[in-house]
């Protein structure tokens, strides 16, 4: 246990104090006025406990004259378990404390750190107040928080050597961080996809010139069959046309009109087309047109009616239409054009196996032979066709000039068989040209372009593999980095995740119990109505608990709990947690725990002080030690009487700052009343010279209440009362005499005076009178 404070240099508002002398027992007390320095103690304390130098550091005393920097802190503290001190010295602990003494300290730190800092409840108080509860099992949660940030940082290695191969093009990552490692060296990968472009550039030109071949061109036959068939029957048509197909009334009449004409031979020359130029004079015969060469004349244009005009017209156009049409339109130049065009394609096909196909069917000498055949045969055919239009120029000649006179026919028999001969020549060369185009057709069809494309298509995927094998093998150590990383990410997860379940699982029932013993505590010290619970929090890098409060059953924002908790009850729910710890503690830990308890009431009134003693003292048995500090004189009364053996320190301010000193515990239980006669007697019997002449009123007075509590009672007097009254109803009832009556008038109303009156008399006059008051009452009242 914590058994000495030997020595605090510079700490706060402690410049040399020293309590070496005082033994500190299981339950220790300390008492000291706000500002003397007992915050100061605790926060030394806490900074042992854990080990933090700052705490202390920032509490370096100020010295007037001297630097910060060289003012040097120095803490003694004495355990029981251990022969030397614990000591803060050179800015740290040299040493930490018994593995059997373990501090436990509750402070209003604690209350700001766990339940509320100022008006707000935060995130902080919800992770230290899940620290302080879990106790060690923080450490296992902290250990989680740690594999979890490897974890976190893990995937983010991962996740860079991931962005550092993708970098390198290998397609689809999974595929290629699976690949196994090649066996063949980098120089054998790099010769087999060389090969493998070498092949592909093959296939390409292969795929370029068959293609090339499937689309050269077939042999083309020369022309269509000629026919004069249409265009000879046509003209003979044509020639054949007579007057037997105008009407037969014209007919008559024009006959008739011809046999007066004197020149019979001309007549039908001219009548075709004299009614055209009648003039004045007859056409026919040169007489003068007089009254009967009108009649005439009528009866020569009835004749010429509407179907003689048209049969004329019609049979001129049709004349002019047949001059104009050939009999025989082939074109010697574009027949040799479309041969040696068959000359050239067959030409094309250069190719060592199509070559002799062709050699075998002795392409070049048939094609020549054939061609030679149709020109003879188109001469021949040219020469009858020149003869035969010859004939036909001077036959439609004739008609044109008379329509209406049939013309011999033209004779189509010799020109037909030239016709003939120059067709058949034709077809012998188209069928000569049908067993080329077969080959020609068959060895383009054997070019197997999709067979090729395949191949080469293959051979890239091929290529495409050999590249992907080549970055996988340079890659090694990096898939080797990622797969590896990867196995132990995945294993790390699980096991992470089975502790943390397990761990949480096992915390559960631990905090049901927690939580049920603050409920209990908070109630047993008076906080009623409230109900204190806790709920996860995920929000952070770890996981932590929220104070979840409840008043009258309903759920309070934590926003708003400082509108909800006193003072009290902020002091009250910290000390509940606190104390449920240490209920929670096992046996082990318990035996080794010393709490050290900055002013454990939650306010001055003595149910609760009860309350908090008793659940104290109920605890006290199982605790190491338990050390309170107060700087309310009836909480250190309080605890003295509660507890035996207690020991007491004073913490008194001095010129010299604030320092330790031994006190007893009739010195801690004395009554307002008893320090007042102690005061009023160090200063009668010289002890001390501050005037204490103005406590001697109230003194007198206690003590005449409380020597006359019995009668006062009976006479129905009370504390509202004045003294005055009390003193003449003492008397009246004789309970007092005359003369004891009068002596305490007489101090009543001496004592009675404004103060600035009493101030006035001497240190030794005021001595006196407190002398002789005092053996009044303890020898006269």
Known sequence: MLERIQKIENVGNYSNAIAGGVLLGPVSVIYGENRNGKSTLCDILYSLSLNEPQLVLDRKSI?????????????????????????????????????????????????????????KYSRENSTNVSGFILGENVAAFDDLETRNQQLRTDRQTLASHKRELEGHEIGDFATFVGLPVPTQTLAELDADIQASKLAQEQFATQITNTTQITQRANLNSLSNDVSITAVSQEINDCLALSMVDVHDASKAIVTAHKNKVNNKESFNGWAASGVEHLDEDCPFCGQELGEDAQLLIHSYRTAFDDAFQTFVRTTKTEVTRLRAKKLIDVDLDKLTEKH??????????????????????????????????????????????????????????????APYNAIGLIGFDKLQSKVDAFNSAIQSYTDTIAPLNAALIEYKNGQDVADLTEQKRLESVNEANLNLSRKRLSLDALCVQYNDLSAQIIADKASYDTDKEALEQAQ???????????????????????????????????????????????????????????????????????????????????????????????????????SILHILFTMSPSIKQMVITTHYKGMASAVMTQFDGVSALKIVQTNAGSNFVGTTKEEMTATAHDERYTEIMDFVERRTQENQIGKLRLFIEDEMRQRYKLPLIGLNLTERDSFNDCINALEGNDFIDESVATSLHSYRNTLNQPAHILAIWSLEDSRAYAEQMMDFIYQNL
Request: negative net charge; charged residues 25%.
């Open 63 to 119: 010295i007037q004259g001297q630097e910060p920097d060289t003012i040097n802190q120095l803490v003694q503290l004495k355990f029981s378990d251990r022969q030397q001190a614990v000591k803060f010295i050179n800015s740290e602990w040299d040493s930490r404390p018994p593995e059997e003494s373990n501090l436990y300290i509750f402070d209003h730190g604690f209350i700001h750190r766990n339940v509320m800092a100022g008006t």
């Open 340 to 401: 040696e065009q068959n000359i050239a394609t067959l030409k094309t096909y250069s190719e060592d196996s199509i070559r002799e196909q062709l050699a075998d069917l002795d392409h070049e000498t048939t094609l020549a032979q054939c061609f030679e055949s149709v020109t003879e045969a188109l001469q021949a055919l040219t020469t009858e066709s020149d003869t035969t239009s010859t004939a036909i120029g001077t036959a439609l000649a004739d008609k044109y000039d």
């Open 508 to 610: 559960e029932t631990f905090l049901n119990t927690y939580f049920t013993t603050i409920n209990d505590l908070f109630r047993r010290i008076g906080s009623r109505d409230f109900e204190i619970s806790r709920k996860i929090n995920r929000g952070g890098t770890r996981t932590i608990y929220d104070l979840e409060v409840k008043f009258k059953r309903q759920v309070i924002d934590n926003s708003k709990l400082h509108c909800l908790f006193s003072e009290s009850d902020r002091r009250a729910l910290a000390l509940c947690i606190f104390l449920a710890k240490i209920q929670q503690l096992s046996a082990d830990d318990k035996a080794k725990a010393i709490l050290i308890m900055d002013d454990p009431v939650t306010s001055f009134d003595s149910e609760r002080i009860s």
